[in-house]
Every structure is written in C-alpha cells, then in structure tokens.
C-alpha cells in the first residue's frame, strides 16, 4: 500500500466536507494531503483542529449554561409545572 493518499479520496472527502460547511483552515489541511503536506503533518493539523474546535463548542456550551436563567433540561429529570 502506498504512503500518498489517493488523490480521488482526497477530492471525495474535501467536497464532503465542503458541502458539510468545514472552515477553510480543515479545507487546507484536507487538499493539501499528499501534496504540499505528509500525512504526519496532516494528522497533527486535524488533531489540533479537533481539539480546538472541542474546546470552543465546550466553552460556548458552558457559556449557554452558565448565562441562561433556566437550567436545560435533562431526560432524566422531570418536568413539573
């Protein structure tokens, strides 16, 4: 198996995550595997991504949590009137 990825994959995943709305910093990592970045450098790229995406989504949640005057409500709580 070969170390260059496949360049049809890679244009099937980019239009993927095109029409999934991905930002242009994904897009650039994404269409540049195995062109002008090695798969490690597109492995560490996406888990930097990952990681700060998670970390922004966390704080706007909390963010919502901490700045709403009601508490979300739960499937295991219940409601009351």
């Known amino acids: 198996m070969s170390d260059t990825p496949n360049?049809?994959?890679v244009?099937?995943?980019y239009r993927t995550l095109v029409l999934m709305g991905?930002?242009?910093g994904l897009l650039g990592t994404v269409?540049?595997?195995?062109?002008?970045l090695s798969?490690?450098?597109v492995l560490e790229n996406l888990?930097?991504?990952n990681s700060a995406t998670l970390q922004e989504i966390t704080q706007r949640i909390e963010h919502?949590?901490?700045?709403?005057?009601?508490?979300?409500?739960?499937?295991?709580?219940?409601?009351?009137a």
């Open 7 to 9: 360049r049809e994959i």
């Open 64 to 80: 919502y949590e901490t700045a709403s005057p009601r508490q979300a409500y739960s499937r295991g709580e219940r409601k009351t």
């Open 11 to 13: 244009q099937e995943l």
């Open 22 to 24: 991905a930002d242009s």
């Open 31 to 36: 269409g540049s595997w195995g062109d002008s």
């Open 47 to 49: 888990r930097a991504w």
């Open 39 to 41: 798969d490690d450098d």
